[in-house]
Structure formats: structure tokens, C-alpha cells
């Protein structure tokens, strides 16, 4: 929730073999909104589902706060509300598992589960099993 933008803006995050959501020339699909939505698949969906042109008009999600927590809520609750039950873990492994998990980024998850402890902490309730994706 700190950026409305990713700060590294050079990678366009563009699937060029997902044809259902294909990309579009000059547009950037970098993570952008309170979850940092990111890639033209997750970009294309999350734009069926809640009615705007994800693909040819990216942007709209760091520039309209309507759409922009409304593409968090969309990505929420496709992938991270299913695996909650499965521990903290698992919602690593689904919000950036793919940069963080397999021992990418050890330090960036250690980080992630020190500010999940201490905000169960302030809360007084226990954080839980599978604390690490």
C-alpha cells in the first residue's frame, strides 16, 4: 500500500504467448495499485471482471482510486482469499510468490513475516501455522 506504481517501470510484464489477454504495442503492464497488479493476463481479467479496458488503457488503475481498489479486491479475492486457510505462507506464495518464494528473495519474506507478526501482535492474536511460502 505504499506505491501506486511499481517504482522500476522498464518491464513492460508482457505474456506473449497469452492470447486470450494479448498485449498491446506501447503499453506496460508493471504493477501498479494497492496490490500492485502486474502482467497483461492479470491485467486483462481483472479488466473483464470489473469493467475497464485493462490491456489498452493500463494506467487507469494508478490514476482512478475506484478502479484501483477495485482491481485489489478483484485479485484478492481470485487468488489470495482461497489459500488463507492454508496460513500467511500460502499468501506469499500467491501475491509474489514468484519473486519472493523458492529461496529467491529470503530476506524480502523474512521482512514480509516480521511486519505480519507485529501487526498480530498489536491486534493480540496468534499469527498462526505456515508463516513461510
Known sequence: LCYVEEINKYNRYCDEQNQQYPCVPGKFYYGRGPIQL?????????????????????????RDPVVSFKTALWF???YVHPVMNQGFGA???RINGAIECGGKQPAQVQARNGYYKDYCNKFGVAPGPNLYC
Open 76 to 78: 484478492w479475492m481470485t
Open 38 to 62: 502486474t502482467g497483461n493476463g492479470d491485467y486483462g481479467a481483472a479488466g473483464k471482471a470489473i469493467g475497464f479496458d485493462g490491456l489498452r488503457a493500463p494506467e487507469t488503475v494508478a
Open 91 to 93: 499468501t506469499i506464495q
